[in-house]
């Protein structure tokens, strides 16, 4: 079927309509190499002829983006659960991260998102596998804890996991600091620092720009959608078949509206349907908000997020005197002091079933999260709260008021361990 291809009926939705309903695959694919062709026309030498060919080149880009729609998009299908075997879920770290996932790890600023993060793909890359292990053998190591125990070094090692690990904060010196002292202090990597080292894939990106923005040259309220940059991460984890891609942090690579519901699912389920297209668990950093109410949520954006992501956990500070719902506990008449101690936690539970259990932990010297060390949740919670306060200035006997995120606490322990 021939039909013209002019910039006056380029847009014409009849005109597309048939193209979609009548044209094959490989025509419409001439068509759109054709019109990219034609953008490379010479600007006449007058003002005039120059604006109208500025202005034709323009609605000639947009024709291609209209018919590359046409010829990827994806269609829709009924699917049968008809004969389909039964298939356990996977897990590259129960159950904080699951295979072929997208994973959102949260938590404010400073409180060691990142070294926790790169503590994980340690553990990935140096070859551990949890996938043998029975729910009791786990849970007799107290679960997920053994990672962040720092004289555990008898894991259960199989084939290295390659990691891809993306920064817009840090440089490559920064993290290569970093993994030297993850090596200085965990048994598990300094003892397996070769195969991390080789399958452990860091990608500076301070000069490449968000993963997710609204095109070269829309205003800001457009909708975003995958950039140049999250095509080529794809291919960079594609070719080193890479088992996880750490995206460090979302405020970075994000630029769409963090509040939006409809660009937090098409920002999540676009990551995670090529994750199960190439079986790539995606694993994303995300700083809080400072109100307590979204603090306890999870994250900034905490309604738009937690509907669209299927796995989340933080690393935030919490109060051993209050309770889930946020109210302290009260001695007399008046809120009992508080009492912060830093733990990750499972905040959504529909793969996980231990979400909402925590691990109390504590920050080293250089900033890398490990265990209390402590058997019992409160013992280990009381350890986490007083490695906080040696860092922090005594709390006075004024009563405790302020439920935001605003203390006295927060900066000198920030300080102390920067």
Known sequence: MAIEISIDNI???ETLESIEQNVSKDVQREMAVQLQRDLAISLPEDAEGKAKVIRDRQVLINGIKTLDRIVNRPQIEVESLID??????????YPLLPAAEVTLCTGQGGFGKSFLLLQIACLLTAGFNDGPLTQKEIRSMTPYHYFLQPQIKDLNYTKPSPVVYVSY?????????????????????????????????????RQHGPVWAPDLGKHIQTRSQATDAAHQLQKICEARKAKLLIIDPLSAGFYGDENSKAEAYAFINWWAAWGEDTQTAVLISAHLPKSTEARRSGYSGAAAWEGAVRSLFTLDRFDLNENEEGEREKKGNKNKPRKWYLAIKGIKGNYAPTAKEEIPVIRGDYGWIEHTQETTLLAAQQAANNAYESNAPAPTQQEDTNDDDENPYKTAFLQSNN
């Open 11 to 13: 847009l014409n939705p």
């Open 84 to 93: 389909r075997p039964r298939v356990d879920r996977n897990w590259l770290l």
């Open 169 to 205: 904060e840090d440089n490559l010196d920064e993290i290569n600091r970093r993994i030297h002292y993850i090596f200085g202090r965990f048994a598990f990597a300094e003892s397996r620092q070769h195969e991390i080292l080789s399958h452990f894939h860091p990608v500076p990106m």
